[in-house]
């Protein structure tokens, strides 16, 4: 799914998905963590964490680094 699918697939897939968990909100976001929309996100919706209560989802906190591009007359020095 995190490829390039067609319209019509992902249509039908949440509509299997609504099926099954006779919830279109629930399905949207699982069809969406199934696509890859909720890697790297600051935040998380609270239907992605009910997923995670279901068993339907895994949850990992990893800590982010930023970076930004120097001013250019820092280096650092070499130890001899």
Excluded: C, F, Q
Excluded at 17 to 42: C, H, M, Q, S, T
Excluded at 46 to 55: F, I, N, P
Excluded at 61 to 76: E, F, V
């Amino acid at each position: 799914m995190e490829g390039n699918p067609t319209r019509e697939l992902v249509s039908e897939m949440r509509g299997h998905l609504e099926n099954i968990l006779k919830d279109a909100e629930l399905a949207a976001v699982l069809l969406a963590l199934l696509r890859g929309k909720y890697n790297n996100v600051p935040r998380l919706p609270k239907s992605v964490h009910k997923l995670e209560d279901m068993g339907l989802a895994t949850i990992e906190k990893i800590p982010y680094y930023n970076a930004k591009p120097g001013s250019g007359n820092t280096r650092r020095k070499r130890r001899r």
